[in-house]
């Protein structure tokens, strides 16, 4: 697409290119699905003085049997000229999770946890790549007693990186991990691709799985 088109489609109020290259990717993935979308509170948000950072969350249920959840706000998601054509849209990524639980209420923990990381990314500049990891202090879902209470970073399992008008998207997808494995990769961090690939054994899709006990310690 040219600036020149970009601009001529722009003349579309209601157009929002880069919510519509997420939501792309997601209906590829899941066809003929409505996702479950949770939008923030407008006033909250930061653009309006708030500390919500993030646009919305939709979840999908998939096949497999369990939530993919994705975010909307990391990236350029409404009409930015000086945003077009740039190498990375934003912050270059949307972030993902993978939720064994199967209620939909039981998995919206999971969306005040990504957007607690995206006010920390937001405030700090420091973003994450795969295999960066990051301690929550305590069971991921504050309301449940779980030995998950980190998180690290992969390349979603799934959902494939996409070039759009503001530059390269990826989805950055966390999977929970015990004490024992943060501490281990804090010792260690260039364990981190083996301890990926050592839980998708059990977990093929690195879904989080808040009644998980073992650790996979190496």
């Not at 996702?35 to 407008?42: A, L, R, S």
């Not at 369990?66 to 009409?79: D, K």
């Not at 980190?150 to 990186?161: C, G």
């Amino acid at each position: 697409m040219t600036f020149e088109e970009f601009k001529k489609k722009a003349e579309d109020e209601d157009w929002a290119p880069g919510w519509d290259a997420i939501e792309s990717v997601f209906e590829k993935l899941y066809p003929n699905t409505e996702p479950m979308h949770y939008g923030t509170d407008m006033t909250k948000r930061a653009m309006f003085g708030g500390n919500q950072f993030l646009d919305g969350y939709s979840f999908y249920r998939s096949p497999k049997g369990y939530w993919h959840l994705v975010t909307f706000g990391m990236t350029h998601l409404y009409v930015e000229e000086d945003a077009f054509g740039g190498e990375w849209n934003k912050w270059g990524y949307e972030m993902t999770m993978k939720l064994t639980a199967g209620d939909i209420n039981d998995c919206l923990y999971a969306a005040d946890l990504l957007g607690n990381i995206a006010r920390y990314t937001y405030n700090t500049e420091k973003y994450f790549e795969p295999f960066h990891f990051i301690n929550c202090n305590g069971s991921v879902n504050a309301a449940v007693e779980s030995d998950i209470t980190a998180l690290l970073a992969v390349f979603d399992t799934e959902a494939e990186s996409i070039d759009t008008v503001y530059g390269k998207t990826d989805f950055i997808q966390f999977v929970g991990i015990t004490s024992e494995e943060y501490k281990m990769l804090s010792e260690n961090p260039s364990k981190a691709v083996e301890l990926a690939e050592r839980i998708k054994a059990d977990y093929p899709d690195l879904t989080t799985d808040l009644k998980r006990t073992s650790s996979y310690i190496f």
